[in-house]
């Protein structure tokens, strides 16, 4: 098979993802090989706990990846995330002596823009798609060569925990593969499935995990704001099992059955609730339903797992008001960080919800509910899939990250190749120097 390869690893919460792509003479980028494995907790928040379960999670994902593809990768591109993020977007400005860009004055902008947030025991990643260059406050694709006075670039950054992203290297490492390069989970979720019409009118995408939920806001083809908080689709199974007395399997087994109850969205629409309650605190729930004819008959469920002495039998709306509340309780979260950041504005196209836990069912209908603005399920659509499994929400993370890679290559072959700014890039490949040969 002729063509550019790149292979993607999203190293999630439930599962440990692997897709390869490929990119033709003309440019067009297809999947063609993919592989899951299951997680079993050996990730949680981007945080590899358990190493040893990690990396036969990945093993056995890349293998089925790559025999699907009928090639084998020598380096991996990755998803980073987890707990004590920090995001920034910063400037640097170079004044160009001789009135013309050289690749020594774009790689003294990035170094100026990334010089306030280095810090001992952190690691600064950034993504060539997350940067924009002016000359003399004109925007520009490429800067290189071009006359002007003064170089900027706007540039978001995301600082995390180095030990989470060496981790990572050592878990792609053990497959005998290389770390190419690291991208914000959230910047690549939006890579996955943003539509060029998203990026340029105003649009915002919630890549909702296991553990953890991304966000990533763009107008004008520019990156506003990229968000990690730490919380997903967990939280819903730890209330629902605790509510019900059920195991955590069971309890995303109900989750997934019967997802958000529509009556519910509706009724708190009819009822012109607006959701204004505090971060972090679900509103209890009125206690007054609708009336009940005599004859009617209230929905059961049957448990499973339930423990001893629990009841075995629930009412449907037991279970619809847990999920119901705890959704829209961080749904709200959302909103809120967006209202505080000055961004909900800017959702001129809405909100785009994406990863595993947007596959809940009505989860747009009760977004569109709290945000007041259009919302639809994302999936990876933004190049061509060939497996049938990867057009799916789950996979829109690992679709983007594969978009990230050949943009990065494209980068480093025009001269672009301080994609994590050359003080960055070299701590990171002097790590990885290190540990390859003394390790």
């Known amino acids: 098979m002729k063509g550019e390869f790149a292979g993607a690893v999203d190293f999630g919460a439930r599962a440990i993802r ?36 990690a990396q036969a999670a990945l093993k056995r994902a890349l293998k089925a990846a790559e025999n699907e593809a009928g090639v084998s990768v020598d380096s991996l591109f990755c998803g980073v995330h987890g707990r004590k993020v920090e995001t920034f977007i910063r400037e640097g400005n170079v004044k160009l002596a001789r009135d013309v860009v050289e690749r020594s004055h774009m790689e003294e902008a990035r170094d100026i823009a990334s010089r306030d947030i280095l810090a001992p025991g952190k690691q600064i990643i950034t993504s060539v798609t997350a940067q924009e260059w002016y000359v003399d406050d004109l925007r520009v694709m490429d800067p290189l060569s071009l006359r002007g006075q003064i170089l900027k670039i706007r540039v978001h950054f995301a600082r995390l925990p180095t030990v989470i992203e060496h981790n990572l290297v050592t878990c792609i490492e053990s497959q005998r593969r290389d770390m190419e390069d690291s991208v914000f989970l959230p910047i690549a979720a939006s890579l996955g499935c943003m539509t060029p019409e998203d990026m340029e009118l105003g649009a915002a995408v919630l890549d909702i995990g296991r553990s953890t939920t991304g966000l990533a806001v763009y107008r004008d083809h520019r990156i506003l704001c990229a968000h990690c908080f730490e919380w997903g689709g967990y939280h819903l199974t730890r209330d629902v099992a605790a509510g019900l007395q059920v195991s955590f399997e069971e309890a995303d087994d109900l989750i997934l059955e019967y997802g958000l109850s529509n009556a519910r969205i509706v009724s708190d629409e009819e009822d012109g609730d607006d959701g204004e309650c505090e971060a972090g605190e679900a509103e209890a729930p009125s206690g007054s339903e609708a009336p009940v ?16 002495g629990a009841p075995p039998i629930v009412e449907r ?12 309780e961080l749904m709200i979260r959302v909103r809120q960080h967006l209202h505080n950041q000055g961004l909900m504005k800017n959702l001129v ?19 569109e509910s709290v945000f007041q603005v259009p919302c639809r399920v994302g999936v990876p659509d933004t190049v061509e899939i060939g497996p049938a499994p990867v057009r799916s929400p789950e996979f829109t993370a690992a679709v983007g990250i594969i978009r990230h890679a ?14 994590n700014g050359s003080i960055v890039a070299a701590v990171k490949s002097l790590w990885s120097g290190f540990r390859k040969y003394y390790f």
């Open 293 to 308: 004819r005599p004859d009617a008959v209230t929905p059961r469920i049957k448990l499973k797992s339930v423990v001893p």
């Open 349 to 367: 196209r809405g909100l785009i919800l994406t990863g595993g836990g947007s596959q809940i069912q009505n989860c747009a209908h009760l977004a």
């Open 18 to 53: 692997v897709v390869i792509g490929r990119r033709g003479a003309d440019g067009t980028v297809q999947i063609v090989g993919h592989g899951v494995a299951p997680g079993r907790g050996c990730v949680s928040q981007g945080v590899i706990q358990d190493l040893g379960a």
């Open 406 to 419: 050949f943009e990065f290559r494209t980068a480093t072959r025009n001269g672009q190749s301080g994609a």
């Open 317 to 328: 709306g037991q279970l619809d008001e847990i999920i119901h509340e705890r959704a829209r």
